[in-house]
């Protein structure tokens, strides 16, 4: 039966990617990619030359269609996000309903690897059998309101931030959870990987002593208590 894979890859250290997801990458005829020239350093790295093709959150309709199209001539798809697995707050979702749609015979596969969310949980010793992730935080509409939930939930909440947004994000934290233990995953498998934990303030003060260290990418988690 026909498959279209779904393919985990590193969120910064590159060895951090499965042998199958190497073995389907190279056995795929091309590879869906968020950002070609992204991938392509983890193509080079282990050897594998592949046509590719980009797929990303501006992606027109006529792209879905012409993706669509090659699975109709028979062709197998590899999809990849620029870090971690594809549609977890990053594009695929829509491809993947489109092509359950269209071909329900198609098999989608998962080929499990990285995620920023599930790494950043397993070290930060926050309760995790059960969470909330709510993703990007939205700029302005619905933010105050998710902040608001924040406080009020029992369970552990996750959340990726840009290093734009962290310090007024963590400002807001100090507003709405100023005696919840807080976490910040930073740059997990990267040169200046780092976790910080503790009330919000003294999160907040890490960051003021250490400005040079609100850099990079952030996941943001809030314990029930
Ligand atoms: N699909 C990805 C995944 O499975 O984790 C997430 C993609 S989302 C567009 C990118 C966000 O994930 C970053 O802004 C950051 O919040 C988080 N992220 C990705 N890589 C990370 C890393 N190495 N360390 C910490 N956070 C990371």
Redesign the pocket.
Known sequence: MQKFYVV?T????LEDVTHRAVRVLGEADIVLC?DTRVTAKLLARYGIAKPTMSYHSQSKLAKTEKILTLIEEGKTLALV??????????P?SMLVSKIRERFPNIEIIAIP????????LSISGLPASEFLFL??LPHKKGRETLFKEIAGSERTIV?????HRIMRTLASLAKYVPKKRVVI??????MY?ETVAGTIAEIIAHFENHPEKAR?????MVGAK
């Open positions: 985990g590193p969120i910064g250290n968020e996000s620029d870090a971690g697995t594809p549609a977890i707050s990053d695929g690897g990285p995620s920023a969310v599930v790494s950043a993703g990007f959340f990726y931030e840009s290093p995953a930073r740059e997990i498998s990267k990987e990079g990418e952030f996941v943001v």
